[in-house]
């Protein structure tokens, strides 16, 4: 086996490794981004309902500016481009972090859906509302 292959195979059997993955069905042809996100961290399987969630909220609200510590390489660059499950410098951040911090009851997600509950809207508010396994 050469060492091109050997190297490849070594990569990916790392990125099978990870404990979060994040995965994208693209479905749209345009820039508004996928229909849904996947990720696959331990604690269960989270379908995201990205373009559900775009009808209703603005991009930058989980699509922030590009960082001078770590430019974008394309516009609204998916979260675990940049948030990892380590938090690599400069990014400061884990993907899980930035999604929502479990201990804190705070995060992306915590925060949105604390606020639509209190709307009075039926929104998913516990760990296995959103994560299956």
């Known amino acids: 086996m050469s060492l091109r292959l ?13 404990p979060t993955r994040l ?26 309902t990205h373009a559900k969630h775009a009808k209703s909220i603005e ?13 974008y390489t394309k516009p609204r660059q998916a979260c675990g481009d940049c948030h990892g499950p380590e938090a690599t410098p400069p990014v400061t951040t884990t ?8 201990a804190e ?3 992306l997600c915590y925060d949105c859906h604390k606020k639509e509950v209190a709307a009075g809207k ?10 299956k396994r």
Not at 123 to 130: G, L, R, S, V, Y
Request: overall charge neutral; hydrophobic content about 25%.
């Open 6 to 18: 050997v190297s490849l195979l070594t990569l990916l059997c790392f990125a099978a490794l990870l």
């Open 23 to 48: 995965t994208a069905q693209q479905t749209v042809a345009d820039s508004s981004g996928p229909d849904t996100v996947r990720y696959t961290p331990s604690r269960g399987t989270v379908t995201f």
């Open 59 to 71: 991009c930058g609200t989980c699509h922030h500016e590009s960082r001078s510590e770590r430019p």
């Open 95 to 102: 993907l899980k972090s930035a999604i929502h911090n479990t």
């Open 105 to 107: 009851r705070t995060g």
């Open 122 to 131: 039926d929104t998913p508010t516990a760990c296995n509302d959103c994560h």
